[in-house]
């Protein structure tokens, strides 16, 4: 090796250079447990930003650390702790939540110490756990629980009980037909938990601006279907507007970006001798083919 080249590779802005890229995550905490470095590796495992980590005390929300059993590392057993006070490194096989709530980590933890011997502060190197089929099996369904909306089989038996309700008694309702731009390619681009994350916002927001008496359904991939109760043209008009104005400043903020809703809301009045298929289609609602099951309605 060249002296220029081993004075450059002996450069400490190289090595935090290469620190701040890895993959594992690294972070460095000073003698009162506060965070002072946080690098890529970091943010991509535990889901937490730069700016929200950096001159936070690592335990605040942000990694508490628990053992095999979920027994909370606290205190004198916490390992980052435990080290500032022994000045001894320690491997650990410990779990802490991702922002989404699922364990990611196995950590590494060694002191830094001043010139003169003296810790200074600790370093946590930490890798990601990949869940087993099991694990990742209950956390897609902790997640849809997270905003349960019936989905198209229930949605549809819904439509289909208003509409005999219509044609028998004359109980008028309406329907929106709320299609969100770009959410079926939301998980390719962004990954599952940024979809179901943007759906949990949506979700939110449509439910606390449609009537209780309303109800809203999962259609498709990137369609959802309100039905509206006891509603004029003027009163599904305006319910139609007051979705779109809500719409409009719902913003995910995912990884530094800021994604925002974009909605397309279609409307329609039931009318006296439509089918299903008529109904959806002045919505705006794609044709469907349905088959009659005896147990839940219909189905596409």
Known sequence: ????????????????????????????????????????????????????????????????????????????????????????????????????????????????????????????????????????????????????????EDTQFYLHEHLASFTQYHLPFGILRISVSDLAKMEMSRGREAEHALVRLLTQALRENLDKGGFLGRWSTDEFLAIVPKCTAHSLHEAAVTLNEHLSGVTLHWWGDSILIKANIGQTLAQAGDTMESLLHRAGFAPVTYKKNASAGFNV
């Open 1 to 152: 090796m060249t002296l220029p080249a081993m004075l450059e590779a002996s450069n400490p802005d190289v090595y935090r250079e290469v620190l701040e890229t890895l993959h594992t995550g690294v972070f460095m905490v000073d003698r009162a447990g506060r965070i002072s470095f946080w690098n890529e590796g970091a943010e991509k495992i535990s889901g937490y930003r730069r700016h929200e980590a950096l001159g936070h005390c690592f335990q605040h929300n942000i990694l508490a650390h628990c053992d095999e059993h979920s027994c909370d590392l606290c205190g004198a057993n916490c390992p980052i702790y435990a080290v500032l006070h022994e000045g001894k490194a320690k491997s650990n096989l410990l779990h802490f939540q991702h922002r989404d709530g699922h364990s990611v980590a196995q950590t590494w933890t060694v002191p830094i110490r001043n010139s003169h011997g003296s810790v200074i502060g600790a370093a946590q190197s930490f890798s990601e756990i990949h869940p087993t089929a099991s694990e990742e099996s209950a956390r897609s369904s902790s997640q849809e629980q997270a905003s349960p909306l019936p989905g198209p």
